[in-house]
């Protein structure tokens, strides 16, 4: 394999960090990081040797600490890419960080289009496949060659993923910094990230309201079509650059947002509204 | 209590360690079935039964907030209700289908308002740099997450299915609802720290084309992928020739000497 041959003893032994630690990235999942503090778990190892200083430290854990989702077998992929840029902020001084979860962002929507058709779509049916035949015939053997077939694709995608994102990630991204190129690198990914933000905003929150205006046994106002008319997910987007507003702001915090979409749906689902 | 301490630790270590070796499908009835056939003493059952299950869950993809059925659940308490009840297969689905239905709701209910609430925690634990309580709280959740998941099985089996579906029923349904618009309403605070990161109000109309292009086109995710690296690769491209041209430009301006300064600065301005 000629994948990181490049890299020396010490760059070996935090990609087997990453190996071990990319594994369990979801197992904080949560609807407002998802894996991203997983993903902050991942990076520690890097962030403790990049930065001798705890206030950059700090900056770099918040920073790696953003939402995050993609599927784990290609997560490990972004890690490294982050990791390297962290690299490449710790040995720059003026190294634009907004370009770390731009470029994070604008590939984990990608990423998990086809890490999910490919491992859940492809892979694991083909195994399970395998297995449920052996099954029916009564074999052990079944759970055991599933499991072992399956993770066998599976780690070693997480591991050369880790190692080639770090290694690509090294070779670019300081020659782009030296060019000078590192805003335009900044600015084009931030353009793919806002588009992969607009389009998971649509597809990850939801909302529908039932308000219903009844006359006589004839609807005359179904509200949602009224939304729906004006523009398609117009609330989830509302909300969504409500809570923006909010945090950019400084207004809320987190938790109040998270309490206060609570309070309301409970309220909403009272009035019979939702 | 011996068998629902079984199933409960089968679902357990399905589910978690499903997550915590990488999405490592332990959570699959083919793996959870026999599994727990093997700790009740029935191993072929467990097989017949994962077998079967998996071929009906071969659809079923757990990607974000589906209302389908939970697998790992399924598998656990079909096992169990089979060996124990010493019946056919197909008689007993009806009878798990509706609590592993229930089991997904509760599994996203744990994950919305269960773990939700942690993410300032990180958050707070990355800005102090206490890498300690972080790792803590990472595997901690864990712990949590799916101690609470593995007692809907615990129960089922301790107090008889029909009993668990009536605790359940119990919950006031206007709670429950709103509880299931709240949990999806919550991904926009995820959204909304991403936007913190990312907004330019020079760039903010490539949002709206993310918007439109999933709410109008439908497209999939991965199709608007390439859509957004064609619109940043032009972008890029279009950047690059501007830098050129200033480069130049100043360039010029050195070799000329002094001359031509006001009118380069100019058009600098201009570039940038």
């Known amino acids: 394999m000629k994948i990181g041959s490049e890299l020396d003893k010490d760059e070996k032994k935090l990609m087997r960090k990453l190996f071990w630690r990319s594994g369990p990235m979801y197992i904080s999942v949560n609807p407002v990081l ?32 953003q939402y995050f989702s993609t599927t784990i077998p290609f997560a490990s ?48 049916v083909v195994c399970a496949g395998i297995a449920i035949t052996l099954a029916k015939q009564g074999s052990f053997l079944a759970p055991i060659l599933f499991l072992v077939m399956f993770n066998a694709i599976n780690y070693i995608c997480r591991y ?9 990630g090294s070779k670019y991204i300081s ?3 030296q060019n000078g190129l590192i805003e335009v690198l900044t600015k084009a990914a931030s353009v793919l990230g806002l588009i992969m933000v607009g389009a998971m905003t649509v597809s990850m929150v939801l909302f529908k309201t039932k308000i219903n205006l009844v006359m006589g046994g004839k609807e005359i106002l179904d509200l949602q079509n009224v939304l729906d008319t004006i523009f398609k997910n117009l609330v989830p987007v509302l909300i969504t ?5 909010l945090l950019r702001g400084k207004k809320a915090g987190i938790i109040t947002i998270l309490f206060g979409i609570v309070v309301i749906s409970i309220l909403l689902s009272f009035l019979g509204w939702v | 209590m011996y068998d629902a301490i079984i199933v409960a630790l089968c679902v357990f270590i399905g589910v978690a360690g499903h997550e915590m070796f990488g999405m490592a499908m332990l959570s699959r009835p083919i793996v959870v079935a026999p599994l727990a056939g093997l700790l009740l003493g029935d191993l072929q059952t467990g097989l017949q039964v994962g077998a ?12 974000g907030v589906t209302p389908s059925a939970e697998p790992a659940i399924a598998a656990g308490l079909a096992t169990v209700f089979t060996i124990q009840m010493d019946g056919k297969l197909g008689a007993i689905i009806p009878l798990v289908w509706p609590l592993a239905i229930i089991g997904l709701q509760i599994i996203n209910m744990i994950f919305s308002f269960v773990c939700g609430p942690f993410a300032s925690k990180f958050l707070n634990y990355a800005k102090n740099d206490d890498q300690k309580r972080f790792v ?6 864990w712990v949590l997450h799916y101690v609470l998941y593995a007692l809907l099985p615990f129960f089922a089996v301790l107090l008889g299915s029909s009993v668990v579906k009536q605790a359940i029923n119990a919950i006031p349904h206007v709670i429950m609802n709103g509880l299931t618009v709240a949990g999806n309403l919550m991904p926009a605070v995820g959204m909304a ?5 990312l907004w330019r109000n020079d760039l903010a109309i490539w949002y709206f084309l993310g918007i439109v292009l999933m709410a109008y086109f439908k497209l999939p995710m991965i199709a608007i992928a390439v859509i957004g690296a064609i619109v940043a690769i032009a972008i890029a491209e279009r950047d690059l020739q501007l830098k050129k041209v200033t480069n130049a430009g100043v360039a010029v301006a050195t070799n000329q000497g002094e001359a031509g300064t006001s009118e380069d600065f100019e058009e600098e301005d201009f570039f940038k």
């Open chain 2, 52 to 63: 079967s299950l998996e071929a009906i869950f071969m659809g079923v993809v757990n990607v």
């Open chain 2, 136 to 141: 803590h709280l990472h595997f901690g959740l």
């Open chain 1, 241 to 245: 650059l409500g809570c923006f507003k």
């Open chain 1, 160 to 168: 050369y993923g880790g190692v080639l994102g770090y290694s690509l």
């Open chain 1, 34 to 65: 998802m894996g991203g503090s997983g993903f902050a778990y991942a990076l520690m190892p890097f962030i403790n040797k990049f930065y001798k200083n705890k206030e950059d430290r700090a900056a770099a854990l918040e920073r790696e600490t």
């Open chain 1, 77 to 124: 992929f972004v890690m490294g890419i982050a990791a390297s840029m962290e690299k490449e902020n710790a040995q720059s001084p003026d190294f634009d960080v907004s370009s770390i979860n731009a470029i994070k962002t604008g590939l984990m929507g990608p990423l998990a289009g086809i890490g999910d058709s490919l491992f859940w779509g492809v892979w694991r």
């Open chain 2, 193 to 197: 720290m991403l936007l913190q990161m």
């Open chain 1, 175 to 177: 020659r782009i910094y």
